[in-house]
């Protein structure tokens, strides 16, 4: 998955084949001072390289003139070049194409930048841009991947249903070519399309969940069945992925969850969690008469969308940011919070901030309970926040700091000593976490290993 | 939605007050035995109306019993089991009676559950060993008589206020012959250093692991934890119960006018807490209670402030070395893993 981390910080836009092997030999011979300098001629090089190359031949000649004025510029402001290129849109092209164009020129540019680069977290991989589609790429891909890449759509069980669905109109689309059969050709047909989704922004643990299950049904689907029939077949499995994994497992949650809350309680929960707001919104409409503390934090303050739905819904709200966390935390009467995965020893992965809840909460003897469904549960074991992350891409998307200034003023970008390291997930370690509510049951975090048990059951 | 009217001439709670009137047989084998009886006297004719029936049975026991925890285990139990019970649908009335067998049996089988468990601890009690047990537990004096035919050992029994039962369990030692010292609860800690391991009963062994028993079972585990010498907890199977309790006040034996404090003479009981409360009793002097000497300072709690302790309290899993049990002897975790088996099914 991640490249293996070598001395050469190149982002991983990749280096050519070639050079890493020729670079290596030589860096055991120079000394550090030297190697830096290499590192950064080959970066340059590279960059230009990616400049002057206009990534697709889908750019209309307007465009492709732009893209090559911005390669020689010196100077650039965050926002102007992906309006620049966004601006005059050329008749009879893809919408597709434009965003990629602009998507292009933030790769040239985000290469410029990544020209200090990471010296840490950099064997994540810096977020890439949507590159050109290598071969078919279905629309409803496309869409999805920019989607993802420009984090329209966030949070593990939407990324999961919204890749569901699109691979549902992909599935219909489908044609099985000649002397082949669905359950074989299908899933080669998928894996470009899944690849380019990947690329667009690193694959939840839920989607990897859900399209191994696809996977399967796929190549168990009858041989003998009429192409439409095997595929409303897997119209239907997906369909029931989808409300019994998440749909219900999320209502049997809501209950158990809900449960947890009495009258009177002040709940705390971080950023925006689809489980947990509908937790709330349900124990609310049950007539619990209690009170939520929004916690949220930089750069995406998803925890403002959560606000407002509260707030609309009746619930008496309060928000902070992360940093007054201390402030409140010795009047919450439970923390809940949702999930991007759990691991099999109970480390539960979420957006970053939550580990830090999770710490203070214990450390003040207010349980902290994780509404996260059954298919979030990956095998493996995970046991620090480095491991294994997801840096939030650099750009327009996240750089609105500080909010009262105008966008010139944007002084945490060129400057060159000045990294931005924003990584969007971190690890809850199982000793800070009192229990996790799933749909076969309130689990305790060390024996999440009995999920793999119940599940076989079902 | 009509629950089946067999009120009229079957009261469950007397059933279950009539079995529990053998000494050997704790709660929740009583409520499994009058829910065995329950199926019986009903007339559901489908399975569906039965398990309603049961549920609105366990119900009625819940209601009345002054702790339901144990209960309830037994109860869900039975229930789970009645429900998972592979079933042809053909002859109703046979299927009934034989779920009702199968309770009376598992009622049965299940008094010999504490000889299985006092066979497991035997392993772990060496010669010479100086005990620390709490209150009044059968499955703990079990294995303790058990233990006591082939070890020497010695005894230290919590006096265990305000009911006074680690009373009942020294004489029950003494008379057996074991050598055995009650102790103050507030002397726990000061006794902790000189015992080789806790072993304890319970009321129920819950998902995450952890222990509820009474009061003070909590402070004799942290205690334990704390000067680094392991904490047994004794347990049937019947008493795993789903339940999760985050903290002291999630039991569904916490109410409000547990440590609640009184509302002032003289000022207006507004919404307080505790209903029961009116003006705060003097505390007046009683004759010392419980056999213990009987000096004329010694005073002792009222009725009225006794009934804003809790019974029961909620040990953490962390702070639990095993649980021995008729499946086995079991980590806390591996409580969960049981229970998530057991019933996700």
């Given at each position: 998955m991640a490249p293996a981390p070598t001395l050469d910080v190149h982002p991983v836009n990749g280096p050519?084949?070639?050079?890493?092997?020729?670079?290596?030999?030589?860096?055991?011979?120079?000394?550090?001072?030297?190697?830096?300098?290499?590192?950064?001629?080959?970066?340059?090089?590279?960059?230009?390289?990616?400049?002057?190359?206009?990534?697709?031949?889908?750019?209309?000649?307007?465009?492709?003139?732009?893209?090559?004025a911005l390669a020689g510029a010196p100077s650039k402001k965050t926002g102007r070049?992906?309006?620049?290129?966004?601006?005059?849109?050329?008749?009879?092209?893809?919408?597709?194409?434009?965003?990629?164009?602009?998507?292009?020129?933030?790769?040239?540019?985000?290469?410029?930048?990544?020209?200090?680069?990471?010296?840490?977290?950099s064997h994540f991989g810096l977020p890439k841009p949507v590159s050109a589609a290598k071969g078919d790429i279905h629309p409803a891909i496309a869409r999805l991947a920019l989607q993802f890449s420009t984090f329209k759509i966030t949070g593990a069980n939407a990324r999961c249903i919204a890749t569901l669905t699109a691979f549902k109109t992909v599935i219909q689309d489908y044609v099985t070519p000649q002397n082949n059969t669905l359950s074989r050709h299908l899933m080669t047909y998928l894996s470009p399309q899944i690849s380019h989704l990947v690329a667009a922004r690193p694959m939840s643990i839920t989607m990897g969940n859900a399209i191994r299950q696809l996977k399967l049904d796929i190549s168990g689907s009858d041989i003998d069945l009429p192409e439409q029939d095997a595929k409303d077949v897997l119209f239907r499995k997906i369909d029931t992925y989808i409300r019994e994994r998440i749909i219900i497992a999320d209502q049997v949650i809501q209950e158990t969850a809900g449960n947890k809350i009495k009258d009177g309680d002040i709940v705390l929960t971080y950023a925006r969690s689809s489980v947990v707001e509908k937790v709330l919104l349900e124990a609310h409409a049950s007539g619990r008469e209690f009170s939520v503390i929004v916690v949220d934090s930089r750069p995406m303050l998803e925890g403002k969308r959560l606000l407002a739905v509260l707030s609309e819904a009746g619930i008496q709200c309060t928000y902070?940011?992360?940093?007054?966390?201390?402030?409140?935390?010795s009047e919450v009467s439970v923390v809940l919070v949702g999930a991007h995965s759990i691991h099999t020893n109970g480390a539960v992965y979420s957006r970053a901030g939550t580990a830090l809840v999770a710490m203070m909460a214990k450390r003040h003897s207010v349980p902290v309970v994780v509404c996260c469904e059954t298919y979030k549960f990956s095998e493996n074991i995970q046991l620090d926040s480095f491991t294994k992350n997801e840096l939030a891409p650099l750009g327009d998307l996240f750089s609105s700091f500080p909010n009262n200034k105008p966008r010139e003023y944007l002084t945490l970008e060129n400057q060159p000593h000045l990294e931005i390291l924003n990584p969007l997930y971190d690890l809850t370690p199982p000793s800070c976490i009192t229990a996790v509510v799933t749909e076969v049951g309130v689990i305790p975090p060390n024996a999440i290993s009995s999920i793999p048990v119940a599940l076989g059951r079902l | 939605m009509s629950a089946q009217t067999q009120s009229g001439d079957f009261d469950i709670y007397a059933t279950f007050q009539q079995f529990l009137q053998d000494e050997e047989i704790s709660p929740p084998l009583a409520a499994i035995s009058a829910l065995a009886e329950a199926i019986v006297r009903s007339n559901a004719g489908t399975m569906f109306e039965l398990v309603q029936a049961l549920n609105d049975g366990a119900e009625e026991l819940k209601r009345r019993s002054p702790n339901p925890i144990s209960l309830n285990a037994g109860c869900e139990l039975f229930i789970a089991f009645v429900t998972l019970f592979p079933h042809e649908s053909d002859n109703f009335a046979e299927l009934k009676k034989e779920l009702e067998q199968q309770g009376r049996k598992y009622a049965a089988e299940a008094l010999t559950f504490r000889d299985k468990i006092a066979e497991l601890a035997l392993g772990f009690i060496k010669d010479d060993s100086v005990i620390l047990t709490h209150s009044h537990s059968r499955v703990v004096l079990k294995a303790l008589l058990h233990a006591h035919k082939t070890k020497r050992i010695s005894v230290y029994v919590t006096e265990s206020r305000p009911r006074g039962l680690g009373l009942k369990t020294y004489e029950t030692l003494t008379a057996a012959g074991i050598p055995c010292t009650v102790v103050l609860d507030s002397a726990v800690a000061y006794v902790m250093d000189r015992v080789d391991f806790v072993l304890v009963g319970s009321e129920a062994v819950v998902e995450s692991g952890g222990l509820i028993n009474y009061v003070g079972s909590n402070q004799m585990a942290i205690i334990a934890k704390a000067a680094n010498k392991p904490f047994y907890a004794l347990a049937e199977s019947y008493k795993f119960h789903r339940l999760f309790p985050l903290s002291q006040y999630d039991l569904p034996t916490h109410n409000p006018n547990i440590l609640s404090f009184p509302t002032p003479i003289g000022r207006s009981a507004g919404t307080d807490d505790a209903p029961s409360t009116s003006t705060p009793d003097i505390i007046t002097k009683q004759p010392a209670r419980l056999g213990t000497s009987s000096s004329s300072t010694e005073r002792a709690m009222n009725q009225e402030q006794i009934a804003k302790n809790p019974g029961v309290d909620y040990t953490r899993p962390d702070l639990i070395s095993l649980v021995f049990s008729d499946v086995g002897i079991l980590t806390p975790e591996g409580v969960s893993q049981y229970l998530v088996g057991m019933f996700a099914g």
């Amino acid at each position: 998955m991640a490249p293996a981390p070598t001395l050469d910080v190149h982002p991983v836009n990749g280096p050519p084949a070639g050079e890493p092997s020729a670079g290596q030999k030589s860096q055991k011979q120079m000394t550090k001072a030297e190697r830096r300098e290499l590192q950064e001629k080959q970066r340059a090089a590279k960059a230009a390289k990616a400049a002057a190359n206009a990534p697709n031949g889908k750019l209309g000649g307007k465009a492709a003139k732009e893209l090559s004025a911005l390669a020689g510029a010196p100077s650039k402001k965050t926002g102007r070049p992906s309006d620049a290129a966004s601006k005059p849109p050329p008749p009879g092209l893809v919408k597709a194409a434009q965003a990629k164009a602009g998507q292009a020129s933030l790769a040239d540019q985000s290469a410029r930048n990544q020209a200090r680069g990471l010296l840490i977290f950099s064997h994540f991989g810096l977020p890439k841009p949507v590159s050109a589609a290598k071969g078919d790429i279905h629309p409803a891909i496309a869409r999805l991947a920019l989607q993802f890449s420009t984090f329209k759509i966030t949070g593990a069980n939407a990324r999961c249903i919204a890749t569901l669905t699109a691979f549902k109109t992909v599935i219909q689309d489908y044609v099985t070519p000649q002397n082949n059969t669905l359950s074989r050709h299908l899933m080669t047909y998928l894996s470009p399309q899944i690849s380019h989704l990947v690329a667009a922004r690193p694959m939840s643990i839920t989607m990897g969940n859900a399209i191994r299950q696809l996977k399967l049904d796929i190549s168990g689907s009858d041989i003998d069945l009429p192409e439409q029939d095997a595929k409303d077949v897997l119209f239907r499995k997906i369909d029931t992925y989808i409300r019994e994994r998440i749909i219900i497992a999320d209502q049997v949650i809501q209950e158990t969850a809900g449960n947890k809350i009495k009258d009177g309680d002040i709940v705390l929960t971080y950023a925006r969690s689809s489980v947990v707001e509908k937790v709330l919104l349900e124990a609310h409409a049950s007539g619990r008469e209690f009170s939520v503390i929004v916690v949220d934090s930089r750069p995406m303050l998803e925890g403002k969308r959560l606000l407002a739905v509260l707030s609309e819904a009746g619930i008496q709200c309060t928000y902070l940011l992360l940093p007054a966390l201390g402030s409140v935390i010795s009047e919450v009467s439970v923390v809940l919070v949702g999930a991007h995965s759990i691991h099999t020893n109970g480390a539960v992965y979420s957006r970053a901030g939550t580990a830090l809840v999770a710490m203070m909460a214990k450390r003040h003897s207010v349980p902290v309970v994780v509404c996260c469904e059954t298919y979030k549960f990956s095998e493996n074991i995970q046991l620090d926040s480095f491991t294994k992350n997801e840096l939030a891409p650099l750009g327009d998307l996240f750089s609105s700091f500080p909010n009262n200034k105008p966008r010139e003023y944007l002084t945490l970008e060129n400057q060159p000593h000045l990294e931005i390291l924003n990584p969007l997930y971190d690890l809850t370690p199982p000793s800070c976490i009192t229990a996790v509510v799933t749909e076969v049951g309130v689990i305790p975090p060390n024996a999440i290993s009995s999920i793999p048990v119940a599940l076989g059951r079902l | 939605m009509s629950a089946q009217t067999q009120s009229g001439d079957f009261d469950i709670y007397a059933t279950f007050q009539q079995f529990l009137q053998d000494e050997e047989i704790s709660p929740p084998l009583a409520a499994i035995s009058a829910l065995a009886e329950a199926i019986v006297r009903s007339n559901a004719g489908t399975m569906f109306e039965l398990v309603q029936a049961l549920n609105d049975g366990a119900e009625e026991l819940k209601r009345r019993s002054p702790n339901p925890i144990s209960l309830n285990a037994g109860c869900e139990l039975f229930i789970a089991f009645v429900t998972l019970f592979p079933h042809e649908s053909d002859n109703f009335a046979e299927l009934k009676k034989e779920l009702e067998q199968q309770g009376r049996k598992y009622a049965a089988e299940a008094l010999t559950f504490r000889d299985k468990i006092a066979e497991l601890a035997l392993g772990f009690i060496k010669d010479d060993s100086v005990i620390l047990t709490h209150s009044h537990s059968r499955v703990v004096l079990k294995a303790l008589l058990h233990a006591h035919k082939t070890k020497r050992i010695s005894v230290y029994v919590t006096e265990s206020r305000p009911r006074g039962l680690g009373l009942k369990t020294y004489e029950t030692l003494t008379a057996a012959g074991i050598p055995c010292t009650v102790v103050l609860d507030s002397a726990v800690a000061y006794v902790m250093d000189r015992v080789d391991f806790v072993l304890v009963g319970s009321e129920a062994v819950v998902e995450s692991g952890g222990l509820i028993n009474y009061v003070g079972s909590n402070q004799m585990a942290i205690i334990a934890k704390a000067a680094n010498k392991p904490f047994y907890a004794l347990a049937e199977s019947y008493k795993f119960h789903r339940l999760f309790p985050l903290s002291q006040y999630d039991l569904p034996t916490h109410n409000p006018n547990i440590l609640s404090f009184p509302t002032p003479i003289g000022r207006s009981a507004g919404t307080d807490d505790a209903p029961s409360t009116s003006t705060p009793d003097i505390i007046t002097k009683q004759p010392a209670r419980l056999g213990t000497s009987s000096s004329s300072t010694e005073r002792a709690m009222n009725q009225e402030q006794i009934a804003k302790n809790p019974g029961v309290d909620y040990t953490r899993p962390d702070l639990i070395s095993l649980v021995f049990s008729d499946v086995g002897i079991l980590t806390p975790e591996g409580v969960s893993q049981y229970l998530v088996g057991m019933f996700a099914g």
